[in-house]
């Protein structure tokens, strides 16, 4: 009687294990996969499609959903300025009321604004905004807009930036490129070419230095 009890006792262990062994079994549900699965991953390495999905529509099943956008309201860490408007027609006309954060640029960020024009718009709307750039007069793409019409100079700052966040015409969106802060830049930098800035900035850099007096002269008097 003891030597049954022993034998079907391996026999029930060896049972256990080859049933364990089964590659063909489906792991049940992870209540929390962060638990079981980090979320801290390389930015660029691919996610095993075997366990992740990023499709809502396929959230609830085997697959384990793995929201990567940022949660509605919050701010990624960097940017300063959120930007929730939809790219439809609508989220274009909502821009218009959209208020320019950075009143102005100081003395450092006006050249970096300006490198950054130069790097990422000029090859089109030229280095003075006025449509000429390289791939404009090459012929290449047609439609290039010249920022210093009073088209632009009376566009709105927000349905600006708009444009430049998700493109506009032939034009396609810098988000990639550029961060919230530096698009702003570049709306401030364009108003600097435009006609009305350009002079008036001509015009302060022109302006004569106030005479100077002598103290000397003035104490005789």
């Known amino acids: ?45 691919e996610q095993d499609s075997t366990k992740f999905t990023t499709d809502p529509a396929k959230k609830g099943g085997r697959l384990i959903y793995y929201n990567n956008s940022p949660v509605t309201g919050t701010i990624k860490r960097g940017e300063l300025f959120p930007y929730t408007l ?9 821009s218009a009321m959209v208020k320019n954060p950075l009143d102005s640029m100081s003395a450092l960020e006006l050249p970096e604004a300006q490198r950054l024009f130069n790097i990422n718009c000029a090859i089109c709307h030229g280095d003075k ?8 007069t090459s012929g290449k793409i047609g439609g290039i807009a010249n920022l210093t019409l009073p088209l632009y100079i009376d566009m709105k ?41 350009a002079a008036a900035t001509a015009a302060t850099t022109a302006a004569p230095a106030p005479a100077k007096t002598d103290s000397a002269a003035v104490k005789k008097g």
Not at 12 to 22: N, V
Not at 86 to 94: C, E, L, Q, T, V
Not at 129 to 136: E, S
Request: charged share 15%.
């Open 86 to 94: 939809p790219n439809d027609s609508n989220g274009y006309k909502m």
């Open 1 to 45: 009687m003891k030597k049954l009890a022993i034998i079907s006792g391996l026999f029930l262990a060896m049972g256990i294990a080859f049933t364990g062994c089964d590659s063909k079994r489906q792991p049940g549900k992870i209540y929390m996969p962060d638990m079981a699965y980090s979320r801290a991953y390389e930015s660029y390495a």
């Open 129 to 136: 905004g006025a449509g000429n750039g390289p791939l404009a």
């Open 157 to 197: 700052d927000g349905t600006m930036f708009h444009s430049i966040t998700y493109g506009r015409n032939n034009m396609g969106s810098y988000a990639s490129q550029l961060s919230r802060e530096q698009r702003w830049m570049m709306v401030n930098y364009i108003r600097t070419l435009q006609p009305k800035a």
